[in-house]
């Protein structure tokens, strides 16, 4: 712990204002369109996972049926997880940009004084 103390400078918000941001509508509605992205995806990625962990646990047989020459099931599998991870990404991106951004610009020009 510190004994030095720090006194705010002038463009740094007070408490209050980030109390009153975190309490307004917009905030709220910028939480809510996270969690609307963020809850479903995840759970059905994980949905996905355990799926490919369960198939290579208990599903021997399919996983290792050939496709093409040594490539199996399993393989495809193990690689469409990472297929799906850059899917999710770009999906993200895509909703950050259109939803969550510019919701988020907004307050932070509040936050930082410039809120129009």
């Known amino acids: 712990m510190s004994s030095v103390e720090h006194t705010p400078s002038e463009s740094a918000p007070d408490a209050q204002k980030w109390a009153d941001v975190q309490a307004s509508a ?12 963020v809850f479903p995806v995840s759970g059905l990625f994980l949905a996905w996972y ?7 646990d208990y599903a021997h047989d399919f996983m290792s049926t050939k496709v093409i020459g040594n490539i ?5 599998f193990g690689l ?8 999710i990404t ?11 951004d510019p919701l988020a610009e907004k307050l932070r020009n509040e936050i930082e004084g410039d809120g129009k």
């Open 26 to 37: 917009d905030f709220t509605e910028l939480k809510q369109r996270l969690r609307k992205f």
């Open 50 to 56: 355990l799926l490919y962990v369960l198939l290579a």
């Open 90 to 100: 770009t999906l993200y991106v895509r909703h950050a940009n259109k939803n969550l």
């Open 72 to 76: 199996n099931v399993g393989l495809i």
């Open 80 to 87: 469409l997880q990472f297929v799906s991870t850059f899917v």
